[in-house]
């Protein structure tokens, strides 16, 4: 209990001692900034049961929580969350610079790590609700908007789950800032003129993102990368209209993390190159990757470059083909002639050939539980644990290939891949917005009929639609533009399945005919 005498007036309201809330416990987040060590100060002299916890995230966490904790006399706990922090936050946080889109790490640490993993462990030390120092509100169990429009957090807080929205109080949600502090001066809480944190928590200037590209830490690539990327998003040089803008060149990434690419773009670049066998297992490799932890793109990449987009003039050197389910050239455990076929291993199929490949890569980075005991990967030998972590890193001597230009060639191909464009599928059968009255749909049933969907596509501007025969209802569409499937040859069209051309330029005719 602190001394109200010399508190202001219009503050009286939130001092106001109640004996029933003794029986209610509060788990306080705290930061140690004088927003949550207010809160603090507010729920003790309310009555509250309360504790403090303060996340350890990427650094030491700071010790201003734990003083605020001593001064009022209760008990304070350091949750580790690195480890998630680092998953969820981090690698989100620089997978979206490198691609030259704007992150909010913010955003993804309050659905995760602070109103995920911390109110979970403030619920398990027995407490009923958890209380932070944001400037918003609740309203019939929903966000809203604070009293202070220029500290509103609302838009930070949107992603939270909403039903542990009940669980969670904002004492100062009808403050404003300037307020608090006056607050905070008056009860005599020791971090009340402590400047505030507005940044990127683990970014160590914020204020002067321009000093990265001197870095050569992770985060400080990612802006370095972020930046150039964004001062080319434009498609034309303003000056001259004509001329397109080239983006700066991605050097090398690295073949661990979430995926930068799609398989319908993974698929329209091998189209692009006339590599239509390879298309047919992008999805293959992207499904695969995803599964054990690999970006596809680089891994795609290589692919074609060790496959020669899947023997596109002819069987490898090796005399392998497409039947060895091979996907970079992996031989047999005991090894032998690079132009000896029996020497390379023969998968039973692509998502196993891409499984081997996959663990072969995560053996070079040094992933966590490599080796493995029992892998598909019949070169998984410990001398390779940790040889590379990125790309280029796969060329050289004792490397993946000993041509030092090795994974110079891949990153060149990874570039070619991320900067082709392609039309965007929707992902569920029809989306809720369309008018199922009158719609033309452009749907394939198969990967071999994509080439001959995606020219339909080009030409009248048709969404694609992936669907699977089996429960697709046509009778729900005035007009129907069906690519393959229903008996139909590879590649032919056939409209309501009533009709069926041999020729694109056929049915190009009758669908522009019939489309008016």
């Known amino acids: 209990m602190v001394e109200t ?37 507010l729920l003790k002299q309310q009555g509250y049961d309360i504790f403090g916890v303060t996340m350890k995230t990427f650094k030491d966490e ?43 790490p913010c955003m993804v640490c309050n659905r995760h790590i602070k109103f995920g993993k911390m109110l979970d462990f403030i619920l398990s030390k027995g407490a009923s ?25 609302v838009y930070f807080l949107s992603q939270i789950e909403k039903n542990r929205l009940n669980k969670i109080i904002f004492p100062v949600g009808d403050l404003e800032k300037s307020k608090l502090r006056e607050l905070a001066e008056q009860l005599g809480v020791r971090v009340y003129s402590k400047k505030d944190s507005q940044e990127i928590c683990f970014v160590d200037d914020a204020d002067d993102y321009a000093k990265y590209k001197g870095h050569e830490d992770e985060v400080a690539k990612a802006i370095a990368y972020g930046l150039q990327l964004k001062e080319y998003i434009p498609s034309k040089d303003a000056t001259s209209p004509d001329k397109p803008i080239e983006r700066p060149v991605i050097d090398d990434v690295p073949f661990v993390g979430n995926p930068t690419t799609t398989v319908a773009q993974m698929e329209a670049w091998a189209i692009k190159n006339n590599a239509i066998e390879f298309a047919k297992i992008a999805k293959a490799c992207y499904d695969t990757c995803l599964s054990i932890g690999l970006d596809p793109a680089p891994v795609y990449a290589q ?27 992996l ?10 076929k029996n020497a390379h291993k023969v998968f039973k199929d692509w998502n196993e050939g891409f499984r081997a490949m996959g663990q072969h890569l995560l053996l070079y980075y040094g992933a966590e539980g490599y080796p ?14 940790g040889k590379a972590k990125t790309v280029v ?21 990874y570039r070619s891949l991320l900067a082709t464009e392609y039309k965007k599928t929707v992902e569920t059968d029809i989306p809720p917005n369309i008018d199922t009255n009158n719609l033309t749909v452009v749907t394939y049933t198969n990967i071999n009929d994509l080439p001959a969907a995606l020219l339909i596509n080009t030409w009248l501007g048709y969404p694609i639609i992936p669907t699977t025969a089996n429960g697709f209802d046509r009778t729900r569409y005035a007009k129907i533009v069906h690519v393959g499937g229903s008996g139909a040859p590879t590649g032919s069209i056939v409209i ?21």
């Open 5 to 41: 005498k010399s508190i202001a007036p219009e503050f009286k309201k939130y001092l106001k001692f109640d004996s029933n809330n003794n029986n209610i416990k509060i788990g306080v987040a705290m930061s140690g900034g004088v927003d949550s060590s207010t809160v603090a100060y």
């Open 62 to 104: 700071d010790s201003d929580a734990k003083k605020v904790c001593d001064d009022l006399g209760i008990e304070h706990y350091i949750l580790d969350v690195r480890d998630e922090f680092k998953e969820k936050v981090v690698d989100y946080f620089v997978n979206e610079y490198m691609n030259g889109r704007t992150p909010n």
């Open 129 to 153: 609700f958890m209380a932070t120092g944001h400037y918003t509100k609740l309203k019939n169990g929903l966000l809203s908007v604070g009293d202070d429009s220029n500290k509103d957090q």
């Open 303 to 329: 692919t074609a470059l060790e496959t020669g987009w899947l023997y596109k003039n002819g069987n490898s050197q090796a005399g392998i083909d497409a039947s060895y389910h091979n996907p970079c050239g």
């Open 331 to 340: 031989k047999i455990s005991k090894g032998g002639s690079d132009f000896d």
């Open 372 to 385: 493995l005991k029992n892998p598909v990967d019949p070169r998984h030998f410990d001398f390779l644990l």
């Open 393 to 413: 890193a796969l060329g050289g001597e004792g490397k993946w290939n000993t041509n030092p230009d090795y994974g110079k060639n891949i990153m060149k191909l």
């Open 496 to 516: 309501a399945g009533k009709d069926r051309w041999e020729t694109l330029d056929q049915a190009k005719n009758f669908i522009k005919e019939n489309s008016k």
